[in-house]
């Protein structure tokens, strides 16, 4: 339809060109005299009748031009819907899909890499991400330096689709991001993670779980009222999530987005900056929004400043020293090798990274246990 398309608009541009030099031939021709008043006028005429005939057939086939506009449509309709209405339907295809859990853990195994090229273009331009897939949880242990027992997780969210393919937790928030979705996506992390605090409570186990929230959902007032209706609806788990921001999302929130961030430090929630740099907020006007983890990528770091910014004199640690000074407790992230387990020993009492474990997914009996609905 496409080339149709195209090869009619090439046909009516090569015609009105026709035409406009049709009508300069017959004026140059009445300047020497070639031709009379009588001819030109029966030639001009015939140039406004062809045109007119142009227009009125453009103008009755425009509704057909227009149709393929309607699926594009139909996609915001789609990422217009409420984030609850799309978790409910997400919830219902991992319900239609069976899954194999194995009698261990709420952790398994540890995730699929990112996939590239036509995956990746597959994961932006999807229209029905949420119920062309499955969302698995992963949990990322965070570990006490002083006794290498894990006190939080930090969670993330990724899809696995229908064909076996997976989409990880960067791209999926690329695509919710782009897709209008990340509200969803968002509210959807809660949900697991919330049946996975309770599972970890039956255990004797009380870790609290880190759940990033996108910049998209801090302005949207009407996705932190859900939120925060869940949460109190789900009292025995809320106390144990925390609420991470990047500090590079941070700076980049809207007006609304900070009123949105002041909403949830009025109501007590508690919130974890990632990703921080050493040109950034006040570790202690963070305390007063109600911040209470002040985590610090080593490689990150290490690779912009040098490792020297990790000796005891050096930037890395006296911001550091000064977060733990203002009431923050520091994680160490990304920490993959025990050389690096030593850099930071002397300022970070929490740390994740691959030298500990890596993220493993959750069985999905645990994930898929009820919760109670926040209020319509």
């Known amino acids: 339809m496409s080339t149709r398309r195209s090869l009619a608009t090439t046909v009516m541009f090569c015609a009105l060109c026709g035409l406009t030099v049709a009508a300069i031939c017959v004026s140059i021709a009445v300047v020497y005299g070639a031709l009379d008043e009588a001819g030109l006028a029966a030639a001009l005429g015939i140039v ?14 425009a509704p057909a031009a227009a149709a393929p506009a309607r699926p594009a449509a139909q996609t915001r309709r789609v990422n217009g819907l409420s984030a609850s209405a799309i978790i409910h339907q997400d919830r219902a295809a991992n319900r239609r899909s069976a899954m194999t859990t194995k009698p261990r853990d709420a952790a398994e195994a540890p995730p699929d890499p990112d996939p590239t090229g036509d995956a990746v273009e597959a994961a932006i331009t999807g229209v029905d991400l949420l119920d062309d897939g ?39 928030s690329l695509s919710a991001g782009r897709g209008g979705f990340a509200p969803a996506l968002d509210l959807a992390l809660f949900r697991r993670v919330c049946p996975v605090i309770r599972h970890l409570k039956a255990r004797s186990r009380r870790p609290g779980v880190f759940c990033p929230l996108s910049p998209q959902s801090f302005a949207a007032r009407e996705v932190l009222d859900e939120l925060v209706q869940f949460l109190r609806a789900n009292q025995d788990a809320a106390g144990a999530m925390v609420i991470e921001i990047s500090q590079s999302d941070l700076a980049a929130l809207s007006p609304a987005g900070m009123e949105g961030l002041a909403y949830l430090a009025e ?16 570790p202690a006007t963070l305390v007063l929004l109600g911040f209470r983890f002040f985590e610090l990528d080593v490689t990150a770091l290490a690779g912009d400043h040098g490792w020297d910014a990790f000796d005891e004199d050096g930037e890395v640690c006296r911001l550091a020293r000064r977060a733990e000074q203002a009431g923050l407790s520091v994680i160490a992230a990304n920490v993959a090798r025990a050389e690096q387990l030593e850099r ?33």
């Open 48 to 61: 406004a009748f062809v045109q007119l005939a142009i227009l009125i057939r453009n103008w009755r086939h």
């Open 134 to 172: 499955q969302l698995d949880l992963y949990l990322e242990p965070v570990v006490e330096l002083s006794g290498k027992d894990t006190v939080y997780y930090r969670s993330h969210i990724a899809l696995r689709r229908q064909d076996g393919s997976r989409v990880g937790p960067y791209l999926l």
């Open 344 to 376: 930071v020993r002397a300022f970070a009492r929490l740390a994740r990274g691959p030298l500990f474990a890596p993220p493993r997914i959750v069985r999905r009996d645990i994930t898929d246990l009820p919760v109670q609905a926040a209020a319509a």
């Open 267 to 282: 109501l007590g929630a508690t919130l974890s900056l990632s990703e921080a740099r050493l040109e950034g907020p006040d």
